[in-house]
């Protein structure tokens, strides 16, 4: 919407302003800050961090000073060679380019402040292709100390997703992971004295100029009371998260119902930044595509991510296997697409293992169930015989008879004809069965079990399309001045894929980074 104003009009003026406060929003507000601009970071929802702080915080930032510490002799043309090789021309390669080229500058430029640092731990990129690490390049956040967090702001990254989905209070303890990501860098912004946040504040919508360039944005406040209009003097960075918690949104882009499967973060994520871009003009791209992941369905209807199985089959009603368990996950969630497995409430999917693993399924389970109350929802069932298994869940009792004979087959002689399970070096990475394939373990030891499994996701990955410099574009490809995004509001660089552990905050961050350094940029010529 055109809106010619004059500076009696808006009720507070900044040089950027940053929509959304997870990893890509905060590494271009501070940024921004840091290089001298005056920086206003508003937040929906009552906490800051959006899904970055229910996040593992893997980042995928190849030739970094963090790799070269931990002796990891990493570098752009490597980390360029295994993007390319998976990516090809799903994502522009230009763009590509510049994730790739300032990965390792954006973590310099952060670790410049010292309440900023990362460390190298091994995690398996995803994918057999020239230039993979098999251990790994991505670094994560180190522990951010409680004590330095006793402050209100601090206090305000959103909690963790099993405290926040459980309703309880966790131990107190140092920030880790994605929160330990969101801490330092509120820590680190607002010591630049330049940067000024606010929560419960949400994007109304974009202001332009009869250019079409955007001035600013007018904003919602539950804190401040109705609209407030902001000027942006350099810029706006749009950072909000995607729109996986929209059942109109995924309904109309993507023809899936699973709102309720996602692990975004709850208050937002609702595509606001998308539709704001939309709405004067600007181009969407990879509107059908998520960060997938297989995910346990709770009673209450949510589902939570799991990964690193270590044990167990995944079958449909059929009671047959459609895929490598150990598969990552973004890869399993294509495998489950693909074959109409979980995808929605009718084409269940159960993960069957044994007694061996005792009352804990064998897997990471980033919300734990609790064996009760998924057990009274009808969400696992446990049973003395695989016959009994099949009967409690409406599997084919003949179908999982004859696939678990099979498997366990694979797994003495170590090879999994079918699905090629242990194989890649993700597949062993969690893998600790004692037989000659310690990703196949058998399932022969009763009481046997089967928790329900559904199509989740990390957030969706379409959004506005950009440029190098996270500019956003409109459908002929020219720019819109003024406006900028990151994230899940940005449409992927990685295409319809997921490369390796850490590519949606990595990719973020960076280009939060960078649109923080043109905005300085056209800072610079304005004065």
């Not at 930044?273 to 997938?292: F, K, M, N, Q, V």
């Not at 009274?376 to 599997?395: K, Y």
Request: proline residues 6%; hydrophobic residues 40%.
């Amino acid at each position: 919407m055109t809106d010619e104003a004059t500076t009696s009009d808006w009720d507070e003026e900044c040089e950027v302003l940053v929509i959304g406060s997870g990893g890509g929003g905060l590494t271009g507000a501070y940024t921004a800050a840091a290089l001298g601009l005056d920086t206003l970071v508003v937040e929906k929802t009552e906490c800051y961090g959006g899904t970055t702080a229910y996040a593992g915080a893997c980042l995928w930032l190849p030739g970094n000073p963090a790799q070269f510490r931990a002796g990891l002799e990493d570098s752009a043309e490597l980390g360029r060679t295994y993007f390319r090789a998976v990516v090809g021309d799903s994502a522009p390669a230009e763009t590509q380019d510049a994730y790739i080229d300032h990965a390792g500058p954006t973590v310099a430029f952060l670790e410049k402040d010292p309440r900023i640092r990362f460390e190298h731990r091994p995690f398996p990129d995803y994918f057999e292709a020239p230039g993979r690490f098999p251990l790994g390049r991505g670094v994560f956040p180190v522990e951010y100390p409680a004590a330095d967090a006793d402050d209100d702001l601090l206090r305000a990254v959103r909690p963790t997703a099993w405290e926040q989905r459980l309703g309880i209070t966790g131990p107190q303890g140092p920030f880790t992971d994605g929160r330990a990501l969101i801490a330092r860098l509120l820590a680190a912004l607002r010591a630049t004295g330049r940067g000024q946040c606010l929560l419960r504040t949400a994007l109304t919508r974009l202001v332009t100029g009869s250019d079409g360039a955007v001035l600013g944005a007018e904003l919602s406040t539950a804190d401040q009371g109705g609209a407030l209009r902001v000027r942006a003097h350099a810029g706006v960075l749009l950072a909000a998260g995607g729109f996986e918690a929209s059942h109109a949104l995924r309904r109309e882009w993507q023809g899936f119902h699973g709102a309720d499967w996602t692990m975004g973060a709850p208050g937002g994520n609702t595509g606001d930044a998308i539709l704001a871009g939309r709405a004067i003009g600007a181009d969407t791209a990879l509107l059908g595509e998520s960060w997938w992941c297989p995910s346990v369905l709770f009673p209450d209807g949510s589902a939570n991510f799991a990964l690193g199985f270590r044990g167990g089959i995944f079958v449909t009603g059929d009671g047959r296997r459609f895929a490598n368990e150990s598969l990552a996950y973004d890869r399993m969630g294509r495998a489950m697409l693909e074959a109409g497995a979980g995808d929605a409430p009718d084409r269940p999917v159960w993960w069957v293992f044994d007694g061996r693993w005792g009352e804990e399924p064998p897997g990471i389970v980033v919300v734990p169930p609790d064996r009760k109350s998924h057990a009274g929802a009808g969400l696992w069932h446990t049973a003395d015989t695989l016959a009994e298994l099949a009967a409690a869940t409406g599997i084919d009792a003949g179908g999982l008879a004859e696939t678990v004979h099979v498997f366990n087959g694979y797994a003495r002689d170590g090879v999994d004809a079918d699905f090629h399970r242990g194989e890649d070096a993700y597949d062993t990475f969690f893998a600790d069965g004692k037989g000659p394939n310690p990703a196949l373990t058998p399932i022969e030891h009763g009481p046997f079990h089967a928790i329900r499994l559904v199509l989740g996701d990390l957030g969706t990955k379409g959004g506005l399309r950009t440029d190098p410099s996270a500019r956003v574009l409109r459908v002929d490809g020219s720019v819109i001045q003024g406006l900028y995004a990151a994230g899940n509001s940005m449409a992927s660089v990685a295409g319809p894929f997921y490369p390796g552990p850490g590519t949606p905050i990595g990719s973020a961050m960076v280009f939060g980074h960078l649109a923080a350094r043109h905005m300085a940029g056209r800072s610079r010529e304005a004065r």
